[in-house]
């Protein structure tokens, strides 16, 4: 596992987390921040390499093969997000109207295929946790925005999850074989929580990141603070993601209905 936080350093433009020309960390993949403001044009013309581009917060137009769509979201927390996806050797402007900041990640494909703008009416979001399991404490909302089953032409996925003040996520503790990565929003500036995997234990703050190589993994948010973050997963060769997850299995009863029915009993 590896965590980092280039917070203090983020300056106006692409901000790299991960080069894969000289360390993919194992993930396959190029992470970035772009950090603009308005007036800024940024553009992304991959020979080799998809991108998906999606917007934390800001007020920008994408535009990309004669297509364009206008996109605003305050902040990751109250409103839906705006996510492109687009193959090799595409043009991509993203034209800034206010300051903004978008997460980026890229992937060799040699497949060509029609790009893909996902708006908010096109995110796949499922409600965890929503009918109290665990008395309520990894309640979150996940959202896919493409994976294997929408995007099958992709070597990529990815989503976000909104983690509640005080609440679990990727929990129970779950392992896949593919790498993921992990890129921490939060609320207020200050905000905090902290990751397990593999054993290893890491604070998470606003604009960190975290490489999950291998191992059971799952984090929490700190009470009074909400956690927005993105996840990103690279197909492995002949092993694509598929939704499967490993539980844990010194913690595979959390999942029975009646797992905290023994508390404040009687």
Not at 82 to 109: D, F, G, W
Not at 226 to 253: F, N, Q, V
Request: charged fraction near 25%; proline fraction near 5%.
């Amino acid at each position: 596992m590896t965590y980092m936080n280039r917070n203090a350093e983020l300056k106006r433009g692409y901000n790299v987390y991960i080069d894969a020309s000289a360390d993919d960390q194992g993930t396959q993949m190029d992470v970035g921040l772009l950090v603009m403001e308005e007036g800024d044009r940024f553009v992304i013309e991959e020979p080799e390499k998809e991108c998906a581009v999606l917007l934390f917060e800001g007020n920008v137009t994408y535009c990309w093969d004669g297509r364009v769509c206008e996109a605003e979201r305050p902040d990751c927390f109250r409103y839906e997000a705006y996510c492109l996806l687009a193959p090799r050797r595409m043009h991509v402007e993203i034209v800034a109207h206010a300051h903004s900041e978008l997460y980026i990640q890229k992937t060799v494909n040699d497949r060509d295929y029609e790009a893909v703008m996902f708006t908010p009416n096109k995110v796949q979001t499922q409600h965890a946790g929503a009918n109290g399991e665990l008395m309520g404490c990894m309640k979150r909302e996940i959202k896919t925005f493409f994976d294997y089953d929408n995007a099958p032409f992709s070597n990529m996925v990815l989503g976000e999850v909104l983690s509640y003040p005080g609440k679990w996520s990727s929990y129970p503790p779950h392992y896949h074989p593919q790498p993921e990565v992990y890129f921490y929003r939060f609320d207020y500036p200050k905000g905090f929580g902290a990751g397990f995997a593999n054993g290893e234990i890491y604070k998470t703050e606003h604009n960190g990141m975290s490489i999950i190589r291998e191992g059971f993994h799952s984090q929490v948010t700190a009470p009074g603070y909400a956690m927005c973050y993105s996840w990103g997963i690279r197909h492995l060769d002949g092993d694509p993601w598929l939704k499967t997850r490993i539980d844990d299995p010194d913690h595979e009863w959390l999942w029975k209905n009646d797992a905290n029915d023994h508390i404040f009993k009687g």
